[in-house]
Nanobody, 122 residues
Framework: QVQLVESGGGLVQTGGSLRLSCAAS????????MGWFRQARGKEREFVAA????????DYIDSVKGRFIISRDNAKNTVYLQINSLKPEDTAVYYC???????????????WGQGTQVTVSS
């Protein structure tokens, strides 16, 4: 089992920044690709970003490219999502996810965190 706990969400004005963190515990974290998803009210959960264990491969959805940065610190068992130039449409609950497969972590990861709310005011 892998337990994931997100933090760092909050209320921010348009154009602001936040850094979300996801602390992992349980099984060896370093072997797992990690991802971030988000779900806005009334919408389906969507993939946002993913990173392989080594950090050598990273993917983003088009709408966040150039604004969001995913990174990880395997020594701290933590993955981060730096979110910049925030827009009201970025308002959502952001979820951390993990899976042994990089392909699967972007579409149907096995492990999920509980989510952290990001609200962007206009």
């Amino acid at each position: 089992q892998v337990q994931l706990v997100e933090s760092g969400g909050g209320l921010v004005q348009t154009g602001g920044s936040l850094r979300l963190s996801c602390a992992a515990s349980g099984r060896t974290f370093s072997g797992y690709p990690m991802g971030w998803f988000r779900q806005a009210r009334g919408k389906e959960r969507e993939f946002v970003a993913a990173i392989t264990w080594s950090g050598g491969t990273i993917d983003y959805i088009d709408s966040v490219k150039g604004r969001f940065i995913i990174s990880r610190d395997n020594a701290k068992n933590t993955v981060y999502l730096q979110i910049n130039s925030l827009k009201p449409e970025d308002t959502a609950v952001y979820y951390c996810a993990a899976d042994l497969s990089y392909t699967r972590v972007k579409v149907a990861p096995h492990y999920w965190g509980q989510g952290t709310q990001v609200t962007v005011s206009s």
